[in-house]
Antibody, heavy 120, light 113 residues
C-alpha cells in the first residue's frame, strides 16, 4: 500500500519561498509510470492543482503558478519536493501531495496534507 | 484550461434517499480514440484528504460502495448516491484529467436533511 506524507514549515514569511517534501513509502517513485503531484486547498475552498513530476523526466505546472513553482525529486530518499517562491497570504492553504496512476490517470493516493500559513 | 462547474453547491438529502450531483466541463473530456471520459469524482470528509471514488466517469474505485455511481459523457456528468448514508456526508469534487492543468469543480457539500 502506497503512503505519502508531507513535511515542512507550517509558517512562511511573505516574499519568501515555501518548501515542502513528500515522502513516499510502499513503492518507489522511480518505478512504473506514475506522476507525483502537488495540490493545494485554501481553508473552506476548493482544490487547486499545482503541478506534477515524472521521475523519468518531465514536469507539468499550472500556468497560474508556473513562474513561481519548482517540483523536483530525490530518488535516493524516495521523496519529491515543492518550492513556491515569492509567497503572499493568498498562498496560505493545506498542501497535499498525491500520486497519479499514469499520464492520463486520476489521483489515486493522497497524503494527509499540511497547513502552510504565510504571515509575518 | 478546462473549467469544471458543479451544481448544486450544496444539497440536503434524507437518509436512504437519492443524492445527485452534476458536473459540466467547458470542453469535452471524451477521448475519441478509446471512447473514455477522463473524469473522476472524489469525496472529501472534514479534516481528511480527498478520496478517489470514481474514474473514467463511471468506474468505481476498489472498495467504494455500489450505492455510488457515475454517469455521463463528453461535457456533462453526474454522481449519484442511490441511498444516502450518514457516512456519506462530505464534499464531492469532480476533476478532469484530459489535459494539464488538471482542474476540479468547486465542490458540492452533501448533508443530511
Amino acid at each position: 500500500q502506497v503512503q505519502l506524507q508531507e513535511s515542512g514549515p507550517g509558517l512562511v514569511k511573505p516574499s519568501q519561498t515555501l518548501s515542502l517534501t513528500c515522502t513516499v513509502s510502499g513503492g518507489s517513485i522511480s518505478s512504473g509510470s506514475y506522476y507525483w503531484s502537488w495540490i493545494r486547498q485554501p481553508a473552506g475552498k476548493g482544490l487547486e492543482w499545482i503541478g506534477r513530476l515524472y521521475t523519468s523526466g518531465g514536469t507539468n505546472y499550472n500556468p497560474s503558478l508556473k513562474s513561481r513553482v519548482t517540483i523536483s525529486a530525490d530518488t535516493s530518499e524516495n521523496q519529491f519536493s515543492l518550492k513556491l517562491s515569492s509567497v503572499t497570504a493568498a498562498d496560505t492553504a493545506v498542501y497535499y501531495c498525491a500520486r497519479e496512476g499514469g499520464y492520463w490517470n486520476p489521483l489515486d493516493y493522497w497524503g494527509q496534507g499540511t497547513l502552510v500559513t504565510v504571515s509575518s | 484550461d478546462i473549467v469544471m462547474t458543479q451544481s448544486p453547491d450544496s444539497l440536503a438529502v434524507s437518509l436512504g434517499e437519492r443524492a445527485t450531483i452534476n458536473c459540466k466541463s467547458s470542453q469535452s473530456v471524451l477521448y475519441s480514440s478509446n471512447n473514455e471520459n477522463y473524469l473522476a469524482w472524489y469525496q472529501q470528509k472534514p479534516g481528511q484528504p480527498p478520496k478517489l471514488l470514481i474514474y473514467w466517469a463511471s468506474t468505481r474505485e476498489s472498495g467504494v460502495p455500489d450505492r455510488f455511481s457515475g454517469s455521463g459523457s463528453g461535457t456533462d456528468f453526474t454522481l449519484t448516491i442511490s441511498s444516502l448514508q450518514a457516512e456519506d456526508v462530505a464534499v464531492y469534487y469532480c476533476q478532469q484529467y484530459y489535459n494539464t492543468p488538471r482542474t476540479f469543480g468547486g465542490g458540492t457539500k452533501v448533508e443530511i436533511k
